[in-house]
């Protein structure tokens, strides 16, 4: 090292714009390429904002009188969100464990857990829904078992690196104290990381409500549904209100979510 | 499960803790030598500091007799029984021997309490622990481990609200609640003041006296090795390069075990020491 303090900063090395030229042309050529791909015409889309003006006339005034019949399925679209978020929760807790490398008992298992959970991430919350509706049959039911796997997802791949993070010092105490495998991630890993574990489970939560939502629209009951039978029926003024109420009700629910997590970093 | 029905912490030692390597290395995978052909023996109830520069293998020495490092060769044991390198023996082994950590290493937003009673982890079922259901006999033991430190008032306090000095006592107090035959403290005092340093190394000595549990204590400061071992053991590169008594060694031997000249860097602080 150098005492004498006189350290000299290297030079920084020049910036490479081929590359960035290269990386930007790409970038351009992917998105119009895409474009065509999806039949994207401006034309087409400037005709279509004139067919969208006489709906939302249509949509206008929202049809208050709707709202009380809201409640009930907008708690309905709640409870499937909380029970999917707590079953999740629960479940997602030994697979992150399993899934960090610092803490899983052995290399086969942590191969195994880490694949199963990056299945469980590939597969959207969609192919749960139909999957567990063919079990149950389509409900809140299937809903909730949807999200709880979609939340053991959100869950165990954001928590397993936080406990990949913690500071190792403390479960090798637990160990060396006679403490046994399971004891040691009760009693040191999981204290350490406990504040991100809580704060996942909000945003899952919050997530899950969105879910919820369009789940519903494909028949798992609760305030998406309502949404559809009123679509289908050319209710507009009913579809602007359910529209406003969730776009509420979903804001204040983030809010809440949102003002704990903070609180808790 | 706990069959034992002691309400104190007093250990089922004063038996045991004796100690002994024999040609024991230690060669990290990176091919550092941690600890080259020791041949140390250790009796129930002694009190020794380890001396040695950074890097010398005082941590290395220490971690071997509770199996967080194993050996490459040769034997280490315990009361005449090899130190097992995992599984249910290594598990029976800990709990008969407890450390105490330079940074404390406590849960710190878990009670002083709960901390304690991580000793008596090897002792309970697996269901007892996991609902955090301790009996009675369990707390008490945990209790009389937090009076013998002077800091039982400090029970339900998190411990991230305590100073480093009682922090060190929570962990001193989870080493007594293992009722261990010995205690390794790997520079228990590095992180501390000069006063709360010397409070910590007068309870260790106290401890070591009133319960005869074998102790082994890594320091840095020179003065610290002379006032409170009885028996001091200097490690160069993994290597014992002296074994003596605490009263009788000189200047010239701790040069010998740094292989340099004895700066004041090697004294915590003489006026401290001279109120003390
Ligand atoms: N896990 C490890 N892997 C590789 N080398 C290690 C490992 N642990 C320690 N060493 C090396 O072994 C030697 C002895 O280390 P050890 O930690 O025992 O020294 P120490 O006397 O405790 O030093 P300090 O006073 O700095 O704590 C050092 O050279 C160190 O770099
Ligand atoms: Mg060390």
Redesign the interface.
């Known amino acids: 090292m150098n005492a004498a303090g006189n350290t000299t900063l290297p030079t920084k090395p020049p910036r490479n714009w081929w590359l960035w030229a290269i990386v930007l042309g790409f970038l351009t050529a992917m998105t119009v390429w895409s474009g065509y791909g999806i039949g994207f015409s401006a034309n087409e889309l400037v005709c279509n904002i004139a067919g969208g003006s006489r709906l939302l006339e249509e949509s206008w005034p929202p049809d208050f009188s709707f709202l009380p019949r809201l409640i009930d399925p907008f708690m309905e679209t709640v409870y499937i969100a909380i029970v999917g978020t707590v079953v999740g929760g629960i479940l997602s807790i030994p697979v992150a464990v399993l899934a960090a490398r610092n803490l899983s008992p052995d290399k086969v298992t942590w191969f195994l857990d880490r694949n199963f959970m990056n299945i469980l991430r590939t597969l959207p919350d969609l192919f749960w829904a139909m999957l567990f509706a063919t079990a149950v049959g389509f409900g809140p039911v299937a809903g909730a078992l949807a999200l709880s796997v979609f939340t053991v997802a959100v869950i165990s791949k954001l928590w397993s690196e936080s406990l990949e993070s913690i500071d190792m010092?403390?479960p090798?105490?637990?160990?060396?104290?006679?403490?046994?495998w399971?004891?040691m991630i009760?009693?040191?890993a999981i204290?350490?990381a406990?504040q991100h574990y809580v704060s996942y489970a909000l945003y899952a939560f919050e997530l899950n409500i969105r879910a919820s939502l369009v789940l519903g629209l494909v028949g798992a009951g609760g305030i998406g549904m309502i949404l559809e039978t009123q679509r289908a029926n050319f209710e507009y003024e009913r579809v602007t209100l359910i529209i406003l109420a969730v776009l509420v009700a979903v804001l204040i629910i983030e809010q809440i979510s949102e003002t704990i997590r903070r609180r808790l970093t | 499960m706990s069959d034992d029905s002691q309400q104190n912490a007093t250990p089922a030692s004063g038996q045991g803790g004796a100690i002994r390597f024999e040609k024991a290395n230690i060669v990290y995978p990176n091919g550092v030598v941690g600890m080259k052909d020791l041949d140390l023996e250790i009796k129930p109830g002694e009190f020794v500091v380890i001396v040695g520069s950074s890097g010398a293998g005082k941590s290395t020495l220490l971690r071997a007799v509770n199996g967080l490092n194993q050996l490459t060769s040769g034997t280490i044991s315990i009361d005449g029984r090899e130190v097992p390198k995992s599984g249910k023996g290594l598990r029976e082994l800990r709990k008969r021997v407890a450390m105490i950590f330079q940074d404390f290493r406590l849960v710190k937003r878990l009670s002083v309490m709960t901390n304690v009673l991580v000793g008596r982890l090897g002792h309970v079922s697996g269901l007892r622990s996991m609902l955090n259901w301790w009996p009675q006999s369990e707390k008490a033991i945990a209790i009389d481990a937090l009076e013998r430190v002077g800091i039982v008032e400090k029970a339900w306090v998190r411990a991230s609200d305590l100073s480093g000095g009682q922090q060190q006592r929570v962990g001193i107090a989870r080493a007594l609640a293992q009722q261990p035959a010995i205690i390794l403290a790997d520079e228990p005092v590095a992180s501390l003041d000069p006063v709360t340093t010397h409070q910590i190394m007068d309870d260790l000595v106290r401890i070591n006296r009133d319960l005869g549990i074998t102790t082994i204590v890594n320091l840095h400061f020179l003065d610290l090795a002379r006032e409170y071992g009885q028996r001091i053991i200097g490690l160069r590169f993994g290597e014992l390069v002296y074994d003596g008594d605490a009263k009788t060694v000189t200047d010239e031997d701790f040069r010998n075990i740094y292989g340099r000249e004895v700066t004041e860097d090697d004294v915590l602080d003489d006026e401290v020491v001279a109120e003390g």
């Open positions: 010092g403390l090798e105490a637990v160990r060396s104290a006679g403490g046994s399971l004891q009760q009693f040191s204290p350490q406990m």
